[in-house]
């Protein structure tokens, strides 16, 4: 078990480095890093004396070195909008951007699991194919086309909700519905696709040769076994959700790491989008190792094996 | 009266039907049998003859495409087949418990042997956990399972072969039923372990006199532990007796296929001696013997007439149109 | 796949045929914009500007859709915005898609080293933020519909990669293709001719999903200012304008993204009847 963990933690850390080495390598796509990561306002004194610092007169692998012990130090560059160190504002932000993507997540999960469920065991019924067809509906709605159409509706014309900022809980509301929608339709065919899996298997029928009512045998037998495929892929969606909820937040003006970055980005302030970048991967590598060592958890026979 | 009294299961002129792609299959084409109170009754015949449709569409444990569309299975006088959703949830596991060929995939691997064996007593008999937790040690131990307390929270897959069917022996006696359906219950283990779990049900079935319908495809098993025996061929049966009859004057023509023409002595010590050919599956309508293309002693008009069941000693039943017509 | 038979099947799906019948609609838009469009979607008329679906502006032009605030006839943008929507979302699957077949391939077949790199490769692509590379690319070098092209395609090549490595790894220790390593045949030979025909049928499946998804991302990335340049119609695009409006017009909104899902709910379609014709188990 512990060989395992290494391994993958060796893993995490190969890919971390991969991730730095191209966002170092980002910065010479305009030719120039040092006018990059400088305020756009700064004179050629400045940005000579800058590059002499940051000595982006040396050889490349010189300078990802030091590229890479600033970070591992902590030190991601300094935002020149706003006169501070790059990575606290992007942890400040961070817990923002991880509600609104956990939310949509929770929120598409609480459809999801009902719908998938019930498709499974009516398999191949009209409940079951209109089921699948709404779920197919909702991944094919662009998220933020369906954010601008719930503000149209429920705040401009029915006043109900806001429009944007994050002033309180309902502010949430839109921004996770937006998300969470499109997750509800690949969610629920998950569900439905391992449902089915584990429907089929011996156990469930040893489960009802037992007398068990059928509905301990799906809720209890089958659902405990679809849940670990299930959990694996969900996890995995939160990473990538991280990424994903940039457009959302442009839209909704939801004050997250996403928004932050686009707005470095547009604004030159290059420090920062750097930052957002190099952090979003960091949590989306932990997130994954996290989503396998809690499957080597809850599964009892993965844990023997490695014991 | 005396007699119906004793009948712990009638299955009566039983028909099932699969679907398949593009039709059905007659898995079960008009079975009838009888077992008595604490009666060990065999069913024996190749795969695909279907011995195991008949023990699903007795449980209602057919799978999604399959469906009894015919006869009655009487459970104590009670028809299964008719009989409504909760009642057979309360028969099942209860009344009429089942153990499965594959020991590995019929246990779920997520909960430990301890839980899975409780949970018929808490289903069925109100057991708290802690009087389901006594209880099943007992039952631990007496399938032969050392150690029970440590068991009791171990998971299938610690578990090897010969284990885990002991497990499933376990599970299906724990509440003492009036009949235990096995199906091919050592065919996935070890001969030596075989011997080992057939004189477990054996004894097991002594002290709570259940009848057992046991059902494989080894007719050495059969002949060893078997008051009666079936015989089934293509969804049907063709011939049934007691088990020194069956083997010492076998009527069918399959069935004497199966015993290879062998004198009793060697029976015990054999196992089955393949017949050449292959069985049918039955789509559409039956015209004339299913057996008839492979068999021996076939007649003229084996092709198109149909045998029925007859009677020619008393007690020993055959469907050959070797013995007459009609009954 | 057996040729007749696959087509027959489609005629009669239900869910295949609207399928079709969608996206075919949405090319023939595209490639024949000049004809269908009623009015050029560049020509901008201030005097008819924000005008509503069916109505008639004031010097006496009819907008089935509509216009947008410079007086731009919504249906034609529409019309022509299918252009960029397809281009991008075919082409950039198709590069993704070669891509990724080859280095799946490549990372089944040798196994190893080799591959443990390619899985590398895999989990860096999936860790970077897709977006944010995207938008950090673009800002750094500049709009224009080749950029957008690389740099979607490069978001997209995992799956095909991931898919094609776990049915080299299946294939690759059949009896056919150790029979063709011992006649002495090269491994790039043995990978094109023998590995690849069995491991292709999952790959058409990804292939539609992975253009859906593309024609999502590229909106987004327009409705970002990021895509083709403001003069090129796209739907993206219309979206953006449609959120700077949507209090008073909320047709500039409300169509283009219409478009938009109508396209993907074909292509998805069709792509759904394809995996269960082909390979029901597959989970994209």
């Known amino acids: ?307 | ?327 | 796949m057996e040729g007749h038979n696959f087509f027959r099947e489609m005629l009669r799906s239900r869910k295949a045929m609207f399928g079709v019948c969608v996206v075919s609609l949405i090319v023939l838009s595209a490639i024949f914009s000049p004809w269908l469009a009623p009015y050029d979607p560049g020509t901008q008329n201030l005097i008819g500007r924000l005008a509503k679906p069916l109505a008639t502006t004031a010097d006496g032009r009819f907008h089935p859709l509509g216009t947008d605030q410079l007086g731009r006839d919504i249906l034609s943008r529409l019309i022509y915005g299918a252009r960029v929507s397809l281009l991008v979302g075919t082409v950039a699957s198709l590069i993704a898609g070669t891509l990724g077949v080859t280095l799946g391939l490549i990372a089944g077949y040798f196994g190893g080293r080799i591959d443990a790199m390619i899985m590398r490769l895999c989990d860096v692509q999936l860790a970077l933020p897709y977006i944010l590379i995207a938008i950090s690319v673009l800002a750094l070098l500049g709009n224009g519909l080749i950029n957008i092209i690389i740099v979607l395609s490069l978001t997209q090549w995992v799956t095909y990669a991931r898919v094609v490595r776990s049915g080299t790894l299946s294939v690759k220790e059949k009896e056919f293709v150790l029979a063709a390593k011992a006649l002495g045949f090269g491994s790039p030979k043995i990978m094109l001719r023998y590995v690849l025909p069995n491991v292709f049928a999952p790959v058409i499946v990804i292939a539609t999903f992975s253009v859906a998804q593309t024609i999502i991302a590229e909106s987004a990335l327009s409705f970002l200012g990021l895509s083709v340049p403001p003069s090129i119609p796209s739907w993206g695009g219309m979206l953006a304008d449609g959120r700077t409006y949507l209090v008073v017009a909320w047709w500039l909104a409300t169509l283009p993204g219409l478009a938009i899902t109508f396209t993907v709910i074909g292509v998805n379609l069709f792509g759904d009847w394809l995996r269960d014709h082909l390979d029901p188990k597959l989970q994209v």
């Open chain 1, 1 to 307: 078990m512990t060989s395992y963990i290494l391994g993958r933690l060796a893993q995490a850390f190969i890919v971390m480095t991969m991730v730095v080495l191209i966002v170092f390598l980002l910065m010479f796509m305009s030719g120039d890093p040092a006018l990059l990561l400088m305020p756009p306002d700064a004179s050629r004194e400045d940005i000579e004396e800058f590059r002499r610092q940051m000595g982006f007169d040396q050889p490349l692998w010189h300078q990802f070195i030091q590229f890479a012990g600033r970070i591992a130090l902590g030190d991601f560059g300094r935002s020149w909008r706003f006169q501070e160190p790059a990575l606290p504002l992007v942890l400040e932000r961070l817990p923002i951007t991880m509600e609104l993507a956990i939310s949509a997540l929770l929120l598409s999960l609480v459809i999801a699991i009902p719908i998938g469920i019930i498709s499974a065991i009516k398999r191949d019924t009209k409940v079951d194919g209109f089921a699948m067809v709404a779920a197919m509906l909702g991944q094919s709605v662009p998220g933020f086309w369906l954010g601008l159409m719930l503000i149209l509706i429920f705040s401009v014309q029915l006043g109900w909700l806001p429009t944007s900022g994050r002033q309180g809980p309902q502010y949430l509301i839109l921004p996770a519905v937006s998300l969470g929608l499109a997750l509800a339709g690949r969610n629920a065919r998950l569900v439905r696709s391992c449902m089915l899996e584990v429907l089929n298997e011996d156990y469930i029928r040893t489960a009802r040769a037992k007398g068990l009512r059928e509905w301990r045998v799906i809720n209890k037998h089958a659902l405990k076994n679809a849940l670990l495929p299930i959990v694996t892929v969900v996890g995995l969606e939160l990473g990538f959700l991280l990424g994903g909820t940039v457009v959302i937040e442009t839209v909704f003006s939801w004050p997250g790491v996403g928004l932050l970055a686009v707005q470095a980005i547009s604004g030159r302030d290059y420090p920062v989008a750097q930052t957002v970048i190099l952090i979003s991967s960091v949590v989306f590598v932990l997130i994954n190792l996290t989503v396998d060592l809690l499957y080597m958890w809850l599964d009892p026979r993965i844990s023997y094996a490695r014991r």
């Open chain 2, 1 to 327: 009266m005396n007699m119906t009294d004793n009948i712990t299961l009638e299955v009566e002129d039983l028909y099932t039907h699969i679907g398949v792609q593009g039709g059905e299959v007659r898995g079960v084409d008009g079975v009838s049998f009888v077992i008595r109170r604490g009666e060990v009754f065999g069913l024996a015949g190749e795969s695909g003859s279907g011995k195991s449709m008949t023990a699903f569409s007795i449980m209602r444990l057919l799978p999604l495409r399959g469906r009894v569309v015919q006869g009655s299975v009487r459970f104590k006088g009670e028809d299964l087949v008719t009989a409504s959703a909760e009642r057979i949830s309360a028969l099942r596991g209860d009344r009429v418990a089942m153990i499965f060929q594959d020991p590995m995939t019929s246990l779920n691997p997520v909960f430990t042997i301890g839980d899975q064996i409780g949970e018929s007593l808490r289903q069925h008999r109100g057991m708290n956990a802690s009087e389901a937790r006594v209880k099943t040690m007992q039952l631990l131990e007496s399938v032969g399972i050392g150690d029970a307390d440590r068991r009791f929270g171990s998971y299938p897959h610690e578990f090897s072969g010969g284990m885990r069917q002991r497990v499933m022996i376990a599970m299906a006696l724990a509440c003492s039923p009036d009949l235990l359906i096995a199906d091919e219950p050592t065919t996935a283990l070890d001969v030596t372990i075989e011997k080992q779990i057939l004189a477990l049900i054996e004894e097991l079935r002594a002290d709570i006199g259940a009848a057992i319908l046991l059902i494989t495809h080894n007719l050495a098993l059969l002949a060893e532990h078997c008051d009666r025996i079936a015989v089934m061929y293509a969804g049907q049966i063709v011939e049934t007796a007691a088990t020194e009859e069956l083997l010492s004057k076998p009527l069918h023509p399959y069935t004497k296929a199966l015993l290879g023409s062998m004198p009793r002595s060697h029976i015990s010590k054999g196992r089955l001696k393949p017949v050449t050919g292959l069985p049918p599956t039955i789509t559409g309508e039956r015209r004339g013997c299913a057996f008839a293309p492979r068999c021996p002693a076939r007649m003229a008009h084996c092709d198109s007439v149909g045998p029925l069941i007859l009677e020619p000693e008393p007690g020993h039943q055959v469907r050959c149109l070797l013995f007459g017509e009609r009954p």
